[in-house]
T-cell receptor, first 112, second 112 residues
């Protein structure tokens, strides 16, 4: 089983749609979780951290289920500018290291 | 812009040659990370430094790879005797805390 697995995508959605990305991780000792966004031929950028209680940032909502080792990202009212690859990221177990394990990413394409 | 810079942005080299990349982190960040990313994959952790100490190296980092951060500021990543399989985007990231990493634009290496 891969350490971080994501929906394969691509997701092609119309503007205004709601889209959800799912991710599972294998290391139950993992402490920190993130969603990064990566535009084509650009570096990854932190979109949001994911907390056990769930967190929301505007149109974006992230959820974490530790029991199921499952992370999700919901994007409401999709914009053309949301088109990118979304990377699910898990900090390796132990907390003291800080290196991140990335999923392969899910590509989102928002169409007019 | 995140403030992490990398040089060069692109490098084309012949198999067997040595290459060196440089990363300048955000100035107050004490942690510096190197990742490698190939097409269709998420970034893969290679190594990281806290100040000048190299604290962890991935199994992906073969003997041909060496990284330094001599004064705890900029870092270099050297690949000796390059192989075609080394072709990838090499990403540098820095952080002040354990988790929130900011990525540079990357160095794209092509080995012919």
């Amino acid at each position: 089983r891969k350490e971080v697995e994501q929906d394969p995508g691509p997701f092609n959605v119309p503007e205004g749609a709601t889209v959800a990305f799912n991710c599972t991780y294998s290391n139950s000792a993992s402490q920190s979780f993130f969603w990064y966004r990566q535009d084509c031929r650009k570096e990854p950028k932190l979109l949001m951290s994911v907390y056990s209680s769930g967190n929301e940032d505007g149109r974006f909502t992230a959820q974490l289920n530790r029991a199921s080792q499952y992370i999700s990202l919901l994007i409401r009212d999709s914009k053309l500018s949301d088109s990118a690859t979304y990377l699910c990221v898990v900090e390796t177990g132990g907390g003291s290291q800080g290196n991140l394990i990335f999923g392969k990413g899910t590509k989102l394409s928002v169409k007019p | 812009d995140t403030g992490v810079s990398q040089d060069p942005r692109h490098k084309i080299t012949k198999r067997g040659q040595n290459v060196t990349f440089r990363c300048d982190p955000i100035s107050e960040h004490n942690r510096l990370y190197w990742y490698r990313q190939t097409l269709g994959q998420g970034p893969e952790f290679l190594t990281y430094f806290q100040n000048e100490a190299q604290l962890e190296k991935s199994r992906l980092l073969s003997d041909r790879f060496s990284a330094e951060r001599p004064k705890g500021s900029f870092s270099t990543l050297e690949i000796q005797r390059t192989e075609q399989g080394d072709s990838a985007m090499y990403l540098c990231a820095s952080s002040l805390s354990y988790h929130e990493q900011y990525f540079g634009p990357g160095t794209r290496l092509t080995v012919t």
